[in-house]
């Protein structure tokens, strides 16, 4: 036995590199799975559904919602003011319009960011009203009655000043 191999031989098992090495991986693999589940506990998932029977009932009742805007010949003409602040509606119909409307703009993605306001009539077929946004690429918008009658949806990208809402065909 050579004296290099002897001292080699002496050295304890935790001093080497090589042990320490091999159980980093599983080691980071182990911190890793508990954040994970820290995340997984104290984070919702709000695109989860906890009863899918009465979400189904309800998408019926929308879908009736878009058939009455349909019928009745709903379309509007959203514009937007500069600094989107200011949102002016014109609504045409072959019904009555009601005085106020409710205009909800969804963010895609993010449902803590969802604004929803009442529009007021200025003239006949005008509304008018305001809102704070935060950036964002897309928007789904909603408009309709107060008693959710009827509605118009579409999409807004921000760098349109104006856009429309129509029925949605199902």
């Known amino acids: 036995m050579t004296q290099t191999h002897a001292l080699r031989s002496a050295t304890p098992w935790y001093r080497e590199p090589w042990p320490w090495l091999l159980m980093a991986g599983p080691g980071i693999v182990i911190v890793a799975s508990f954040v994970t589940l820290y995340l997984a506990i104290s984070r919702a998932d709000p695109m989860v559904v906890d009863n899918y029977y009465k979400e189904g009932l309800a998408i019926n009742r929308v879908l009736e919602r878009d058939r ?3 019928s009745k010949g709903y379309r509007a003409q ?11 509606v014109h609504v045409q119909s072959n019904d009555a319009l009601p005085a106020q409307l409710r205009l909800r703009l969804i963010h895609p993605t993010k449902g ?28 789904d ?15 807004w990208y921000p760098s349109d000043a104006a856009f429309t809402l129509e029925p949605r065909d199902g």
């Open 141 to 155: 918008v909603e408009l309709g009655d107060l008693q959710q009658q009827w509605r118009l949806s579409g999409d």
């Open 112 to 139: 803590g960011l969802d604004r929803e306001l009442v529009l007021q009539q200025t003239q006949a077929g005008w509304y008018e009203g305001s809102v704070q946004l935060v950036q964002s690429v897309r928007w």
């Open 68 to 70: 009455v805007a349909s």
């Open 78 to 88: 959203v514009l937007v003011s500069a600094d989107h602040t200011r949102l002016r």
